[in-house]
Structures are given as C-alpha cells and as structure tokens.
C-alpha cells in the first residue's frame, strides 16, 4: 500500500462591502479584493453570492453573532467581519490523504486537520496587520475613494498572502502572543533609564518598545497594539535586514549568547537612512496607525526601528512631525553608544542563565505552551523557533490536540483543567485559571491521572514560578 498526503492550501481569499453593488447589473461593485486574480469575473462573482447568501441564511440560526466558518468534505471557508458592512473570507482546501491497494485509488478528506480556531484567527490577523500601515477599510473610503482602497488592498495582501504557511498554523497562531524576556532588577531598570533618559531629550518621540532578540523587553504601547507591531517585526521587518543575527529570522530560545565584547559594533537604522555619512534622504520610514482604547481615530506615527546588537529599539513619532537627516544623526549620536551599553549587560545576564548541558531538555521532557490573557505574553517549548516552520518539539498531532483543547476551553470556566491521552501513549493537559491558559504535552508509558497531574504540577512549579493557578 502507498500513501501520499497533502497540505492544507489557500483556495481563495476575498473583500467585499455588502452596502456596495445594491443596483442590479452594478453587483462587481461589492468586490474590493479577490485572490486568484486568475479567476474569471464570472467565478469571483458566484463565490461573493453563494457567500453573501450563506451569511443572510445563517443569520436566522446565528443571531447572536456574524458567521464564522462553514464547512464541506472539500472546502472550508472561514468567515471574519472587521467592519460593519465588510467581510473577508478565507476559503481552504481540505488536506487529503491517497491510499493505493491492488491498483484502486482511495482519497480520504482529513477536515481534522483544518481547525476553526485556528485559521479564524490567521484570518483576523492579517486584517489587523493591514489596518496597523493603512487604517480601516472604512477611514480609507472616507477620505478617499473605493479605487484608492482596491489599490491599498490590492498591493498589501497580494504580498501578504504569500508570507502565510498554512500547513504550520497551530496554537501560536491563536494567541498571535509576544515573548517576554525576564531580567534581574537592575538590568531592567537600566533599560528603563535608558529610555526615559532618550524620551526626555527627544520629546518628539511619543512611544518607545524595546526588545532583545525576538523578545520583548519594554513597550509603551498598549498591548493590543503592540502585538501586531511585535508580529510585523519579528516575522518581517527583523528577519529581512539582520538574518545574520538572528539566523535566518529566528534565534533558538535556549542558545547562548554570541554578543561577546569583540562583536560590539554601531547601531544602525533599519527604518530611516541607511547609512547616516553618505545618505541624502531619510530613505522608507513606514507610517503605522496605533488605535489606543477609549479613542474614536487612531494616532498616526512614523515607526522608527534602530538596531545595535542583538537589540531593537522601536520610536514611534507623531506623523505630523517632520522627519530630517539631522535629527536622525542626534538620535544615532545619543542612542549607539548607551544602547550598546545596555545590550551587553542583557547579554551577559542572558548567557549566566543559559541552561547547562545537563539540564537541557530530552525527548521525554514535558513540553508546554503558556499564555496570559492580561499582557498577550506567551512562552513555548513546543516550538523552537518563531519562523512557523513546523519546527516542534512534540508530534503535530499533539500540538492539534491542544489547539483542540483551546476550542473548547469555555467548558472548563473560570478555572479547570482536562487530560487527554492519545492511543500513542501521549497526554495533553489543557489548564485554565484566571484568563491564564497552560498546554502540556509529555510521554509517559504506563502513567495514570494522578501521576500526570503531578507532573504538571511540577512542570508549573519549575517553569512558571510565581504565578499562582486556582486549584480545580
């Protein structure tokens, strides 16, 4: 018998306004984005109907809410409504798997494999992360017009859409978290004194971030916001001017430090002018909208991003403001030396708590995946690395159980827990307490419930100290 399996892929994805196109025969005019471009109008307009029909239909079975996915034996299509009026639909192909036996071909539908949670909230990101450089559908059509929209949406996720791997979306794509790098005290404090001391000598920055690594170290952003900054950086921005640094995008969670004294160097503008003695422009600094709560239009501001280091330093200022070569020569003069200052300390407290060899994880080893609500931040040994690679430390059907196990986490309340054992010998555990949310995964032969749920206890003990779980 052979097998051959497929993965799960992009059929189309689509934009629409359902206010547009009212008068008949002007029905094209509700279509602001479709991917495939390839596909004849005729077949784009058949896919908005059959959609736009299936959320009037839903709504009477559905009122206390918009649809968000409707399923086949060979498609799914995810449902997300950003604004009112504006719908974007993901459609995917349903992995396959082909059995041949004595010469017959079996082809099986794995829609297992296409989990709701998960694509419902890749769908929802990649609107979040074009609102961040180009605003709302809505704010675009106000001031400006449908065409100037279709463009904007035309040339952001015509890009977009290929930097997507579908087949490597898991639990991480749910809580689109950030990384948080601990520090002792004083390493941190010197790291708030640096950019105080930056802030009050350049009051034309309004926010400052600063992370280390993929790690973020200090934001003065909301963290909604500075999620989907913190996305944009380290699967874009970071990984397409310093890949050298960060091996190819991503640094490995547990690796030592390679900052040493005689790799210090000066910091340099990722955003801004490449190279401050021989520019004559300020070269590309992107704009961004950051939409702070309790405010009816975002504030627009020009997204700054200096590197020394291992460091990124992110300035956000006012877009009203006027941006010259000078000024980002009294930025460098003041930011390279003290920034590379601070980054050695953090890079030598960082290398102190390197694990040893011995104490580096085996196969055995219970994984885990940590989220907190409150502060988006996460931490993982699930996966080893942020590029979505299909990088893991468990099997991928584990790591499907535990996006499962999210599913379904309103079950659980306020705080609970449940153990799953597959057939292979693995347990998940899912733990929820306090809009804290706590993924185990481990192998143990001949294990029970109580000795599971001691480990986990251990595992929470020994990774996640200080912080408290409700006992269920």
């Avoid at 699967?235 to 969670?253: F, K, Q």
């Avoid at 955003?271 to 405010?295: M, R």
């Avoid at 501001?301 to 070569?325: D, G, K, N, P, Q």
């Amino acid at each position: 018998m052979t097998t051959l399996k497929s993965e799960v892929e992009l059929n189309n994805f689509y934009i629409f306004n359902s206010d547009h196109g009212t008068v008949e025969g002007e029905e094209h005019k509700k279509l602001l984005y479709y991917y495939p471009n390839t596909d004849h109008l005729d077949v784009q307009m058949k896919t908005l109907g059959l959609s736009e029909a299936m959320i009037q239909f839903t709504m009477s079975f559905k009122p206390d809410g918009p649809i968000d996915a409707i399923g086949t034996e060979k498609r799914r299509q995810i449902y997300f409504q950003p604004e009112d009026k504006y719908w974007m639909i993901m459609t995917l192909n349903v992995p396959t798997i082909k059995k041949s036996k004595d010469g017959v071909d079996i082809t099986e539908y794995l829609s297992d494999d296409v989990q709701n949670n998960v694509y419902q909230n890749v769908l929802k990101q990649a609107y979040y992360m074009y609102r961040l450089f180009n605003g709302t559908f809505e704010r675009t059509l106000a001031s400006s017009d449908v065409y100037t929209l279709k463009t904007k949406l035309e040339q952001f996720f015509t890009a977009y859409l290929t930097t997507i791997r579908l087949q490597h979306c898991d639990l991480l794509n749910v809580f689109n978290g950030m990384q948080f790098l601990p520090l002792n005290r004083q390493t941190f404090l010197n790291v708030q004194c640096f950019i105080n001391s930056l802030e009050c000598k350049h009051p034309i920055i309004k926010h400052s971030a600063f992370m280390y690594n993929e790690h973020l170290v200090w934001s003065g952003i909301e963290p909604a916001d500075m999620q989907v900054v913190y996305q944009y950086l380290i699967t874009t921005l970071l990984p397409a001017h310093v890949s050298s640094e960060l091996l190819c995008g991503s640094m490995p969670r547990n690796a030592a430090s390679p900052f040493a004294a005689s790799a210090l160097h000066h910091g340099r503008f990722i955003t801004g002018p490449e190279n401050l003695k021989t520019s004559k422009n300020i070269g590309k600094v992107p704009t961004v909208f950051i939409y702070t709560q309790d405010k009816k239009e975002p504030d627009e501001y020009f997204l700054v991003v200096y590197r020394a280091l291992s460091a990124s330093l992110c300035l956000f200022i006012s877009a009203t403001e006027e941006l010259t070569l000078e000024l980002f020569q009294e930025l460098d003069e003041f930011i390279g030396p003290n920034l590379t200052e601070v980054v050695s300390e953090i890079a030598e407290y960082c290398t102190k708590q390197t694990p040893t060899q011995a104490n580096i994880a085996s196969e055995t080893t219970p994984r885990f995946i940590y989220f907190n609500k409150l502060n988006l931040a996460y931490k993982s040994t699930v996966h080893l690395d942020n590029k979505q690679n299909g990088n893991l430390s468990i099997t991928k059907d584990c790591c499907k159980i535990m996006a499962d196990l999210n599913e379904h986490k309103d079950a659980m309340g306020y705080a609970g827990e449940i153990i799953v054992k597959t057939m292979k010998d693995y347990w998940v555990v899912a733990k929820v307490s306090n809009l804290r949310e706590f993924y185990v995964g481990l192998q143990q032969k001949q294990a029970n419930l109580i000795d599971i749920s001691d480990e986990v206890e251990k595992l929470c003990e020994n990774e996640l100290k200080g912080i408290f779980f409700h006992t269920v």
